[in-house]
Protein backbone atom coordinates (compact mmCIF):
# COMPACT_ATOMS: atom_id res chain seq x y z
CA UNK A 1 0.00 0.00 0.00
CA UNK A 2 3.26 2.13 -0.08
CA UNK A 3 2.02 3.33 -3.71
CA UNK A 4 -0.58 5.31 -2.41
CA UNK A 5 1.35 7.16 0.34
CA UNK A 6 3.13 8.42 -2.86
CA UNK A 7 0.31 9.52 -4.97
CA UNK A 8 -1.81 11.04 -1.81
CA UNK A 9 -5.57 11.77 -2.46
CA UNK A 10 -5.13 11.50 -5.99
CA UNK A 11 -5.81 7.79 -5.97
CA UNK A 12 -8.31 7.85 -3.29
CA UNK A 13 -10.83 6.07 -5.68
CA UNK A 14 -8.16 3.30 -6.77
CA UNK A 15 -7.99 3.24 -2.50
CA UNK A 16 -11.98 2.70 -2.02
CA UNK A 17 -11.83 0.34 -4.88
CA UNK A 18 -9.48 -2.30 -3.12
CA UNK A 19 -11.09 -1.68 0.40
CA UNK A 20 -14.63 -2.47 -1.22
CA UNK A 21 -12.90 -5.37 -2.77
CA UNK A 22 -11.89 -6.79 -0.01
CA UNK A 23 -15.48 -6.38 2.15
CA UNK A 24 -17.18 -8.12 -1.18
CA UNK A 25 -14.59 -10.86 -0.90
CA UNK A 26 -15.41 -11.78 2.56
CA UNK A 27 -19.18 -11.17 2.37
CA UNK A 28 -19.54 -13.80 -0.79
CA UNK A 29 -17.41 -16.25 1.52
CA UNK A 30 -19.97 -15.36 4.36
CA UNK A 31 -23.28 -15.87 2.20
CA UNK A 32 -21.44 -19.41 1.45
CA UNK A 33 -21.15 -19.76 5.52
CA UNK A 34 -24.49 -19.40 6.24
CA UNK A 35 -25.41 -21.69 3.16
CA UNK A 36 -26.77 -18.50 1.15
CA UNK A 37 -25.15 -19.82 -2.27
CA UNK A 38 -25.05 -18.13 -4.90
CA UNK A 39 -25.97 -14.94 -3.20
CA UNK A 40 -24.42 -11.98 -5.02
CA UNK A 41 -23.61 -9.76 -2.63
CA UNK A 42 -24.39 -6.74 -5.15
CA UNK A 43 -28.07 -7.85 -4.83
CA UNK A 44 -28.15 -7.20 -0.99
CA UNK A 45 -29.64 -3.55 -0.73
CA UNK A 46 -32.55 -4.77 -3.49
CA UNK A 47 -33.15 -7.71 -1.82
CA UNK A 48 -33.45 -5.58 1.39
CA UNK A 49 -35.28 -2.99 0.07
CA UNK A 50 -38.05 -6.07 -1.23
CA UNK A 51 -38.25 -8.27 1.98
CA UNK A 52 -39.05 -4.98 3.67
CA UNK A 53 -41.20 -2.66 1.41
CA UNK A 54 -42.88 -5.12 -0.54
CA UNK A 55 -43.22 -4.77 -4.08
CA UNK A 56 -41.95 -1.91 -5.79
CA UNK A 57 -41.28 -0.22 -9.40
CA UNK A 58 -37.55 -0.53 -10.93
CA UNK A 59 -37.67 3.19 -10.79
CA UNK A 60 -38.47 3.29 -7.58
CA UNK A 61 -36.09 0.39 -6.76
CA UNK A 62 -33.10 2.95 -8.07
CA UNK A 63 -34.13 5.82 -5.98
CA UNK A 64 -34.40 4.22 -3.18
CA UNK A 65 -30.80 2.35 -3.57
CA UNK A 66 -29.07 5.51 -5.20
CA UNK A 67 -28.42 3.38 -8.77
CA UNK A 68 -29.31 4.14 -12.18
CA UNK A 69 -32.18 3.04 -13.61
CA UNK A 70 -30.23 0.99 -15.63
CA UNK A 71 -28.36 -0.25 -13.22
CA UNK A 72 -31.14 -1.55 -11.50
CA UNK A 73 -32.90 -3.19 -14.17
CA UNK A 74 -29.59 -5.12 -14.12
CA UNK A 75 -29.87 -6.29 -11.27
CA UNK A 76 -33.37 -7.16 -10.88
CA UNK A 77 -32.61 -9.32 -13.87
CA UNK A 78 -29.98 -10.80 -12.68
CA UNK A 79 -32.25 -11.73 -9.33
CA UNK A 80 -34.78 -12.78 -11.65
CA UNK A 81 -33.18 -15.36 -13.30
CA UNK A 82 -31.77 -16.43 -9.97
CA UNK A 83 -35.61 -17.10 -9.17
CA UNK A 84 -35.36 -14.41 -5.88
CA UNK A 85 -37.82 -11.69 -7.60
CA UNK A 86 -40.77 -12.38 -9.35
CA UNK A 87 -41.13 -9.39 -12.33
CA UNK A 88 -44.36 -10.99 -13.40
CA UNK A 89 -46.99 -9.61 -10.93
CA UNK A 90 -49.55 -7.34 -12.07
CA UNK A 91 -50.37 -4.36 -10.08
CA UNK A 92 -52.89 -2.35 -8.95
CA UNK A 93 -52.13 0.30 -11.17
CA UNK A 94 -52.10 -0.96 -14.54
CA UNK A 95 -49.38 1.47 -15.92
CA UNK A 96 -46.79 -0.02 -13.16
CA UNK A 97 -44.65 -2.62 -13.63
CA UNK A 98 -43.45 -4.03 -10.24
CA UNK A 99 -41.29 -6.78 -8.87
CA UNK A 100 -41.42 -8.27 -5.66
CA UNK A 101 -39.54 -10.90 -3.70
CA UNK A 102 -40.66 -14.90 -5.09
CA UNK A 103 -41.43 -17.69 -3.07
CA UNK A 104 -37.68 -18.83 -3.17
CA UNK A 105 -36.44 -15.00 -2.05
CA UNK A 106 -38.72 -14.82 0.96
CA UNK A 107 -37.97 -18.11 2.31
CA UNK A 108 -34.46 -16.94 1.97
CA UNK A 109 -34.89 -14.22 4.03
CA UNK A 110 -35.20 -16.17 7.35
CA UNK A 111 -31.35 -17.52 6.37
CA UNK A 112 -30.00 -13.61 5.79
CA UNK A 113 -31.20 -12.46 9.00
CA UNK A 114 -29.70 -14.39 11.36
CA UNK A 115 -26.66 -13.61 9.16
CA UNK A 116 -27.49 -10.05 9.33
CA UNK A 117 -27.25 -9.69 12.92
CA UNK A 118 -23.90 -11.48 12.97
CA UNK A 119 -22.75 -8.91 10.68
CA UNK A 120 -23.78 -6.20 13.02
CA UNK A 121 -22.44 -7.32 15.59
CA UNK A 122 -18.85 -7.71 13.77
CA UNK A 123 -19.52 -4.52 12.14
CA UNK A 124 -19.82 -2.69 15.36
CA UNK A 125 -16.54 -4.39 17.05
CA UNK A 126 -14.72 -3.08 14.00
CA UNK A 127 -16.31 0.34 14.37
CA UNK A 128 -15.04 0.24 18.46
CA UNK A 129 -11.79 -1.03 17.38
CA UNK A 130 -11.17 1.58 14.90
CA UNK A 131 -10.05 5.27 15.72
CA UNK A 132 -12.48 6.84 13.01
CA UNK A 133 -15.96 5.76 12.52
CA UNK A 134 -16.14 4.78 8.67
CA UNK A 135 -19.65 4.31 9.03
CA UNK A 136 -20.46 7.85 10.05
CA UNK A 137 -17.58 8.91 7.93
CA UNK A 138 -19.57 7.13 4.74
CA UNK A 139 -22.59 9.34 5.30
CA UNK A 140 -21.13 13.06 6.12
CA UNK A 141 -19.14 12.20 2.66
CA UNK A 142 -22.03 11.34 0.72
CA UNK A 143 -23.57 14.25 1.51
CA UNK A 144 -20.38 16.46 0.82
CA UNK A 145 -20.63 14.96 -2.99
CA UNK A 146 -24.58 15.06 -3.29
CA UNK A 147 -23.64 19.18 -2.29
CA UNK A 148 -20.97 19.14 -4.94
CA UNK A 149 -19.71 16.42 -6.74
CA UNK A 150 -15.85 15.57 -6.96
CA UNK A 151 -15.81 16.69 -10.86
CA UNK A 152 -16.83 20.25 -9.99
CA UNK A 153 -14.52 20.54 -7.25
CA UNK A 154 -11.36 19.35 -8.99
CA UNK A 155 -13.50 21.67 -12.14
CA UNK A 156 -13.46 24.47 -10.01
CA UNK A 157 -9.24 24.00 -8.61
CA UNK A 158 -8.66 23.68 -12.02
CA UNK A 159 -10.38 27.05 -13.25
CA UNK A 160 -9.04 28.77 -10.27
CA UNK A 161 -4.99 27.68 -10.97
CA UNK A 162 -5.59 28.61 -14.41
CA UNK A 163 -7.30 31.62 -13.56
CA UNK A 164 -4.25 33.02 -12.33
CA UNK A 165 -2.50 33.03 -15.47
CA UNK A 166 -4.78 35.02 -17.33
CA UNK A 167 -4.05 38.48 -17.50
CA UNK A 168 -6.88 41.76 -18.00
CA UNK A 169 -5.36 44.23 -20.23
CA UNK A 170 -6.55 47.73 -21.63
CA UNK A 171 -7.19 47.24 -25.63
CA UNK A 172 -4.68 48.56 -27.89
CA UNK A 173 -4.49 48.24 -31.93
CA UNK A 174 -2.93 45.15 -32.40
CA UNK A 175 -5.97 43.61 -30.73
CA UNK A 176 -8.22 44.28 -33.04
CA UNK A 177 -8.32 41.34 -35.25
CA UNK A 178 -9.11 39.51 -31.90
CA UNK A 179 -11.51 41.64 -30.54
CA UNK A 180 -13.18 41.03 -34.17
CA UNK A 181 -12.80 37.34 -34.73
CA UNK A 182 -13.46 36.18 -31.45
CA UNK A 183 -17.30 38.34 -31.30
CA UNK A 184 -17.45 37.26 -34.90
CA UNK A 185 -17.13 33.50 -33.90
CA UNK A 186 -20.23 33.24 -31.74
CA UNK A 187 -22.33 35.68 -33.16
CA UNK A 188 -22.04 33.77 -36.59
CA UNK A 189 -22.09 30.29 -34.45
CA UNK A 190 -26.12 31.14 -33.07
CA UNK A 191 -27.05 34.02 -35.23
CA UNK A 192 -26.04 36.52 -37.95
CA UNK A 193 -24.01 39.56 -37.76
CA UNK A 194 -25.88 42.77 -37.69
CA UNK A 195 -24.92 46.10 -38.99
CA UNK A 196 -24.37 47.49 -35.45
CA UNK A 197 -21.89 44.77 -35.12
CA UNK A 198 -20.19 45.60 -37.83
CA UNK A 199 -19.96 49.14 -37.15
CA UNK A 200 -18.52 48.36 -33.58
CA UNK A 201 -16.05 45.38 -34.33
CA UNK A 202 -14.59 47.49 -37.91
CA UNK A 203 -14.38 50.50 -35.76
CA UNK A 204 -13.63 50.00 -32.17
CA UNK A 205 -11.68 53.38 -31.85
CA UNK A 206 -14.52 55.16 -33.31
CA UNK A 207 -17.71 53.67 -32.26
CA UNK A 208 -16.42 52.44 -28.96
CA UNK A 209 -13.18 54.15 -27.37
CA UNK A 210 -13.43 57.88 -28.93
CA UNK A 211 -17.11 58.04 -27.69
CA UNK A 212 -15.69 57.40 -24.15
CA UNK A 213 -16.31 53.91 -23.55
CA UNK A 214 -13.41 51.08 -23.15
CA UNK A 215 -12.35 47.34 -24.73
CA UNK A 216 -10.37 45.11 -21.83
CA UNK A 217 -8.28 41.84 -23.85
CA UNK A 218 -8.17 39.02 -21.89
CA UNK A 219 -4.41 37.26 -22.43
CA UNK A 220 -3.68 33.85 -21.94
CA UNK A 221 0.00 32.88 -22.10
CA UNK A 222 0.03 36.41 -23.53
CA UNK A 223 -2.57 35.49 -26.62
CA UNK A 224 -5.87 37.18 -26.51
CA UNK A 225 -8.47 34.57 -25.96
CA UNK A 226 -11.25 36.70 -24.28
CA UNK A 227 -12.41 40.78 -25.05
CA UNK A 228 -15.28 43.01 -23.66
CA UNK A 229 -16.24 46.64 -24.23
CA UNK A 230 -17.62 48.45 -21.95
CA UNK A 231 -19.96 51.04 -24.33
CA UNK A 232 -21.07 54.85 -23.51
CA UNK A 233 -24.67 55.41 -23.58
CA UNK A 234 -26.33 58.33 -24.19
CA UNK A 235 -29.70 57.37 -22.23
CA UNK A 236 -31.28 58.90 -18.88
CA UNK A 237 -30.85 55.95 -17.02
CA UNK A 238 -27.70 53.76 -18.27
CA UNK A 239 -24.33 55.27 -18.38
CA UNK A 240 -22.41 52.41 -19.94
CA UNK A 241 -23.52 49.34 -21.48
CA UNK A 242 -21.46 46.26 -21.23
CA UNK A 243 -21.08 44.60 -24.72
CA UNK A 244 -19.10 42.38 -27.55
CA UNK A 245 -17.88 39.88 -24.48
CA UNK A 246 -16.29 36.65 -26.81
CA UNK A 247 -14.06 33.89 -25.26
CA UNK A 248 -12.40 31.49 -27.44
CA UNK A 249 -13.68 28.33 -27.00
CA UNK A 250 -10.21 27.10 -26.66
CA UNK A 251 -9.92 29.15 -23.53
CA UNK A 252 -13.15 28.31 -21.91
CA UNK A 253 -13.62 26.75 -18.63
CA UNK A 254 -10.15 29.10 -16.94
CA UNK A 255 -13.45 32.24 -15.85
CA UNK A 256 -12.44 34.56 -18.34
CA UNK A 257 -16.07 35.79 -18.69
CA UNK A 258 -16.09 36.59 -14.81
CA UNK A 259 -12.44 38.61 -15.07
CA UNK A 260 -13.58 40.15 -17.66
CA UNK A 261 -17.27 40.91 -16.35
CA UNK A 262 -16.13 42.09 -13.11
CA UNK A 263 -12.92 44.18 -14.62
CA UNK A 264 -15.68 45.91 -16.95
CA UNK A 265 -17.42 46.53 -13.90
CA UNK A 266 -14.59 48.10 -12.26
CA UNK A 267 -14.13 50.31 -14.88
CA UNK A 268 -17.64 51.45 -15.29
CA UNK A 269 -17.29 52.93 -11.71
CA UNK A 270 -14.26 54.35 -12.10
CA UNK A 271 -15.93 56.55 -14.33
CA UNK A 272 -18.74 57.26 -12.09
CA UNK A 273 -21.25 55.49 -13.82
CA UNK A 274 -24.54 54.32 -11.41
CA UNK A 275 -25.87 51.54 -13.69
CA UNK A 276 -24.57 49.08 -16.12
CA UNK A 277 -26.34 47.67 -19.13
CA UNK A 278 -26.68 44.66 -21.54
CA UNK A 279 -28.36 42.76 -24.11
CA UNK A 280 -28.43 38.71 -25.04
CA UNK A 281 -30.16 36.46 -25.73
CA UNK A 282 -31.47 33.80 -23.82
CA UNK A 283 -29.97 30.90 -25.81
CA UNK A 284 -27.16 31.51 -24.00
CA UNK A 285 -27.43 30.06 -20.87
CA UNK A 286 -23.66 30.35 -20.04
CA UNK A 287 -23.60 33.71 -20.91
CA UNK A 288 -26.74 34.30 -18.83
CA UNK A 289 -25.70 32.58 -15.84
CA UNK A 290 -22.89 34.14 -15.72
CA UNK A 291 -24.63 37.74 -15.93
CA UNK A 292 -26.79 36.51 -12.88
CA UNK A 293 -23.74 35.43 -11.19
CA UNK A 294 -21.99 39.13 -11.59
CA UNK A 295 -25.44 40.61 -9.97
CA UNK A 296 -27.04 41.40 -13.16
CA UNK A 297 -30.76 41.64 -13.02
CA UNK A 298 -33.62 41.31 -15.73
CA UNK A 299 -35.12 44.35 -17.07
CA UNK A 300 -37.72 45.55 -19.68
CA UNK A 301 -38.75 47.80 -22.26
CA UNK A 302 -35.68 49.39 -23.64
CA UNK A 303 -34.54 50.24 -27.48
CA UNK A 304 -32.74 47.36 -28.80
CA UNK A 305 -30.62 47.77 -32.66
CA UNK A 306 -30.30 43.88 -32.65
CA UNK A 307 -32.60 41.33 -34.42
CA UNK A 308 -31.27 38.96 -31.62
CA UNK A 309 -31.72 40.55 -28.41
CA UNK A 310 -34.35 38.87 -26.22
CA UNK A 311 -33.14 39.92 -22.89
CA UNK A 312 -31.67 43.01 -21.28
CA UNK A 313 -30.20 43.19 -17.54
CA UNK A 314 -28.57 46.16 -15.25
CA UNK A 315 -26.01 46.05 -12.85
CA UNK A 316 -26.06 48.62 -10.07
CA UNK A 317 -23.39 49.30 -8.88
CA UNK A 318 -22.22 50.95 -5.47
CA UNK A 319 -19.71 53.77 -5.64
Given at each position: MNVFDKTGKMALGSRMRILTSKMTDDA????????????????????????????????????????????????????TKAGLIDDSIESKDKRRNVVALSEKGKELSKKIKIQCQDIDN???????????????????WEHILEKKSLFKRVQDQKKARESKDVEIVEYEEKYQHAFKSLNEEWISNYFEMEEADYKALDNPKEYILDKGGKILI????????????????????????????????????????WLLGKAIAEEAKKLG???????????????????????????????????????????????
Open positions: AKIYEMYNVEGFVPKWFPVYFLLSEEGEKTITEIAEDIGHSQPSATKIVKEMAVELMLNEASHNLWEAIKEALYNNEPVGVCALIKMNDSHYDYEMAKMAVSPKAQGKNIGASHLYLESNTVLKPAINLYYKLGFEKVVGHATPYKRCNIQMELKLNN
